[in-house]
């Protein structure tokens, strides 16, 4: 994978224990335009890009 520290971001974490807190948000917000988390998407299979973008909501990656 192209950025594997973002398989296990810790403030990914706290968006998937709890999606609304400020740390949380901050995460989804911050993967809209973050260089690292476009290049661990696209060295991702199709199939688990997909995942991910249905988990994260991210139309982009549908």
């Known amino acids: 994978m ?5 398989a296990s ?3 990914r974490a706290k968006y998937d ?5 400020f740390l ?3 995460w989804r917000w911050h993967i ?3 260089p690292g988390w476009k290049s661990f998407m696209n060295s991702l299979p199709e199939s688990e890009r ?3 973008a249905k988990k994260y ?3 982009k990656y549908l």
Not at 2 to 6: E, G, H, L
Not at 17 to 21: A, C, E, F, G, R
């Open 9 to 11: 971001c810790p403030l």
């Open 24 to 26: 949380g948000r901050f």
């Open 57 to 59: 909501q991210i139309k």
């Open 32 to 34: 809209n335009f973050c």
């Open 50 to 52: 997909k995942e991910y």
């Open 17 to 21: 224990n709890n999606p609304k807190s």
């Open 2 to 6: 192209a950025d594997i520290k973002c």
